[in-house]
């Protein structure tokens, strides 16, 4: 697996650069997004600071048709991991070369949404505990049938060192650690400029008995679990779940012959975002050989900090 560049020094490199299978698609891999202004959800990682990575990261590529259970066709969209990554360390990508379709800095982990239990205090409404939320769907058995699965809602969470993970990577530096701290998440504006407000319930219980008891329902992990130890503490059964499912995904972005098979054919790539039919293309390549190679509370971290980790990116 490539060494990808992980923890908190990360996050703050990326802050302070920023500041100055052979089916044709793998199986679905839920995000934990917030979508609208003032969207709110209840989260814990599943992963400690120093295991989250940041890559450089084509995100919105279109690699081909899919047709949604009303029979609908719609544009698929995949994410790649740009191959100058020095995790991956190629001298060349084809989507930034040839597509002219921009890379940029995102980290990322797994979470687990929660719900929030209550209790009045002092007339208010606040959280005494949480547990994982859960969630059902319809699947296919073997003999043809259907039957209703619970999961709990675990995903991905892909989001910018700068205004989401520098928040995270702070509070775990000077405060507690992030895999141990149930996080209220409010998005705030739906623009450039959207930021994220962040409330942290120190000491407040998490319930991982969804988690553990209805795992079997997320088929992005099938097969992906076979011994896993549970006799330990919940917190670290819970990351280690996290762990299995973020290499998963990692080894997918990072997968040189994914890569070849899904860009290879694309001739164009239009402006997604304020491009009107402005269209970035070139002349398709010929296919390659494989690439197969190797808020609400402030945490700030200190200035010497930042200041020390660029020292070391200048001088490397």
Partial sequence: MPDFRRGIAAMQEATDAQKGGNTPFPTFVREIQWRDDREEKFIAFLNRADDIPTVELHSFVPVGQGVSKAGKSYTKYEQFIDRRDPAIGDTSDDLTDRLLHKAQLRTIAVAVELEPTYAMVNGRKRPTGFEVKTETYS??????????????????????????YGWVGSFNESTAPIEETPLQVVRQGKDANTQYNFVPYLDQPIDYTNLFEN????????????????????V???CTIGGIMLNKRLNELADPERYERLVTPIQEIEDRFGGGN???????AAPRQSQRAATTQSAGASTAKFNELRKMHETA
């Fill in 215 to 234: 795992i079997s329902g997320v088929a992005y992990l099938r097969g992906e679990l076979e011994g896993l130890d549970e006799s330990g503490e919940p």
């Fill in 236 to 238: 670290d059964v819970a």
């Fill in 139 to 164: 699947r296919k058995t073997e003999d043809g049938g259907m039957e209703e699965v619970e999961a709990p809602c675990i995903g991905i969470i892909t989001q910018s060192p700068n205004n989401f």
């Fill in 278 to 284: 402005k269209v970035a293309s070139r002349p398709v």
